[in-house]
């Protein structure tokens, strides 16, 4: 198989968890609270307005919000696995990543603060997002740390600077 169609198919894997992961999250909470579909509707609804578009009914607005739920998880997957494949040629690439992932959370965090201030979120507080995302973050990175246990090598040699 080439290094292209294995970085891609991880790539697919790790977004498919971490959207899985998400999805899974907010589905029990939702159910919890008695408003099953509840997330991916008012999401839906919200990327709708963002868009231009009309917001629609349930089933509209959870269906698009999905499709951009599943899409975006395996872009962010497959650019991961691909910045794996690059930091297997050039190590100090690894520290790159550590950096940016760390960054990224917290990144996310307070991105998810911001926006659940605003009452197109509905009741969407900032901690769950937290959770989902920290969710999806070891889902992936855990998949992608089995499928590449030379990592922790590559990462020691970037933080020692030895290569």
């Given at each position: ?19 899985a992961?998400v ?11 008695g408003h ?8 839906g609804?919200?990327m ?12 509209v ?17 497959t ?14 690439v ?8 760390v ?11 911001f ?6 979120l509905?009741r969407?507080?900032w ?7 920290l ?17 922790a090598?590559?990462l020691?040699v ?6």
């Amino acid at each position: 198989m080439t290094t292209i169609s294995k970085v891609v198919r991880e790539g697919i894997t790790a977004g498919l968890l971490g959207a899985a992961g998400v999805a899974l999250w907010f589905f029990v909470i939702d159910v919890i609270s008695g408003h099953p579909l509840y997330t991916p509707g008012v999401l839906g609804n919200a990327m709708l307005a963002i868009i231009g578009g009309t917001p629609q009914g349930l089933a509209v607005n959870v269906t698009a919000y999905t499709i951009f739920h599943l899409v975006a998880f395996v872009a962010v997957g497959t650019l991961a696995c691909t910045l794996v494949d690059i930091s297997r040629r050039v190590p100090h690439v690894t520290i790159g990543l550590l950096l940016f992932f760390v960054v990224f959370e917290v990144g996310f965090q307070f991105i998810a603060l911001f926006v659940t201030q605003f009452d197109t979120l509905g009741r969407l507080a900032w901690y769950q997002i937290g959770v989902a995302n920290l969710l999806a973050a070891v889902l992936m990175g855990g998949y992608i740390w089995r499928r590449h246990p030379e990592l922790a090598g590559e990462l020691r040699v970037s933080l020692e600077g030895t290569a």
